[in-house]
């Protein structure tokens, strides 16, 4: 229903001079679309308030609804008298508009509060349209957009997450922001994750891995008390980077969350120390960025020391999780075997800390642009790591931008995972064998066929010589038959 709408903000912003990649495409996208749920928001609120007899105050009043701006009516159609077009909506937007919505975040009573979400995207946001016109074009056809429906919604959120994908694929900053999500769906259905359990994620990106916890628990039968829960006190995230949260923000709406608990700051500037019981979730589900290469100070943070951002993430994750609590996070493989000392005291202590009863290793091509291999780490809080599950993904062919994962590809891990049966993909490694001076963990199937032995060079070369003398015989009977 809503494709052609899409298609045509897209060709609209292929026009706009200030909108340069796919990452811009998202972001400008993101505040027209954020705006217009909340006005949506807003008629539905004043509706119910209306029913129960009770006066509404709007979280967005007077010139700044979005129907004072940017689709003022008039017997059910564009008052072209009334709506801002050319400079005049640019000057609106930049000096007016964007200003008194970033000074929510200061007027909000808390963090947790819609206005301050509201708050802190507009803090962060810059509109980088120049063409008044072209942007006047996109209202219009935003307008035409519905939130007020779960099913409009689900569309809305499936074409939002096409987008997303596109803007990973795009380039190397936006892949930080992209998960596959088969790859969310599997680790999900193995954590398995209960309603009344919170869930989290400190380096939540575009929110992929909520959003889909969100698929995964919502049905149609939820009591009200357990929608309540959902939507107030299931999904926690925290996201460093301003692009990111905006989209995360907006992805969790579109898929029903109203006012999502995510919180713009860097996780790894909270000293893993100082986290108490009321800090700790049930679930941990992450994805956290590789590489990064943090300061000192923040490397004071932890009890093992290193620049190596998903190390220090991965530390966090172990003392945010309650006891009793499930894990998985995505890793690069290299974590399973370096050497050096933060390695492999990080080794011992996930497997000392936390029982590590699975990992998933994943092919080369899994992340669409990332050069590493990444494997994904599943344990539960409490008990030390008595056995390890290894699972080797082989969807049998090369993936990539036009052959990527799919949920038929992990059918095979999940159904093995319930009883972590060992066969030809998979095998189990006791941790009393384990070498207690390095922990080293490295992918080695056991099970996996031993590979055909090379031919020799004097093999390959007869080979060679006769497939040449049976080209010849074959040419001179052709030329027999001319």
């Not at 690069?332 to 492999?344: G, H, I, P, Q, R």
């Not at 996996?448 to 010589?465: H, N, Q, S």
């Amino acid at each position: 229903m809503y494709e052609n709408t899409f298609n045509k903000i897209e060709k609209d912003l292929r026009a706009e001079e200030g909108i340069a990649n796919e990452l811009d495409y998202v972001e400008q996208t993101s505040w027209v679309l954020f705006l217009k749920y909340l006005d949506d928001l807003e008629s539905e609120r004043r509706d119910r308030a209306e029913l129960d007899g009770k006066p509404y105050a709007p979280i967005i009043g007077g010139r700044y609804q979005w129907g004072e701006w940017a689709a003022p009516k008039k017997d059910g159609q564009l008052d072209q008298n009334k709506a801002l077009i050319g400079d005049d909506l640019i000057t609106f937007i930049d000096r007016e508009l964007f200003p008194h919505l970033a000074s929510f975040r200061q007027s909000a009573t808390g963090p947790q509060t819609i206005e301050y979400k509201i708050g802190e995207i507009f803090t962060e946001l810059r509109s980088k349209f120049r063409s008044g016109y072209i942007l006047r074009d996109i209202l219009e056809a935003v307008d035409g957009l519905s939130f007020n429906t779960q099913a409009e919604r689900h569309e809305l959120s499936e074409l939002y997450e096409t987008r997303i994908r596109r803007m990973g694929n795009a380039g190397r900053n936006g892949g930080e922001y992209y998960t596959p999500r088969p790859l969310i769906r599997a680790m999900i259905k193995v954590v398995s994750p209960k309603i009344g359990e919170t869930i989290y994620d400190g380096a939540c990106g575009s929110a992929g891995f909520l959003c889909e916890a969100y698929d995964f628990l919502r049905n149609p039968n939820l009591s009200a008390s357990d929608f309540a829960t959902l939507q107030t006190r299931t999904f926690y995230g925290q996201e460093k980077k301003g692009l990111a949260y905006i989209i995360g923000i907006m992805n969790m709406v579109l898929h029903g969350i109203e006012a999502p608990n995510l919180i713009h700051a860097n996780t790894l500037n909270e000293n893993v120390m100082d986290i108490q019981e009321k800090d700790r979730h049930d679930i941990i589900l992450a994805n956290p960025p590789f590489g990064g290469g943090e300061r000192r100070e923040v490397q004071q943070n932890f009890p093992i020391r290193t620049g190596e951002t998903a190390y220090l993430f991965l530390q966090h994750f172990i003392r945010k999780l309650r006891a009793g609590g499930r894990a998985a996070v995505v890793i690069k493989n290299t974590f399973l075997s370096n050497t050096d000392n933060a390695s492999v005291a990080l080794r011992k202590e996930l497997l000392e800390a936390a029982e590590l009863h699975t990992v998933l290793d994943c092919p080369q091509g899994t992340f669409q642009g990332a050069g590493v291999k990444t494997v994904v780490l599943f344990f539960e809080k409490g008990a030390p790591t008595r056995d390890i599950w290894f699972y080797q993904l082989d969807p049998g062919r090369s993936m990539g931008k036009t052959n990527p994962l799919n949920d038929d590809d992990l059918a095979e891990f999940i159904a093995l995972q319930a009883t972590r049966a060992t066969g030809p993909k998979s095998w189990l490694v006791n941790r009393a064998g384990l070498d207690e001076a390095t922990y080293d963990l490295s992918v080695k199937n056991p099970n996996a066929p031993e590979a055909a032995a090379l031919r020799t060079p004097e093999a390959i070369i007869a080979d060679m010589l006769a497939r040449d003398a049976e080209t010849a015989e074959i040419l001179e009977s052709i030329r027999g038959m001319l």
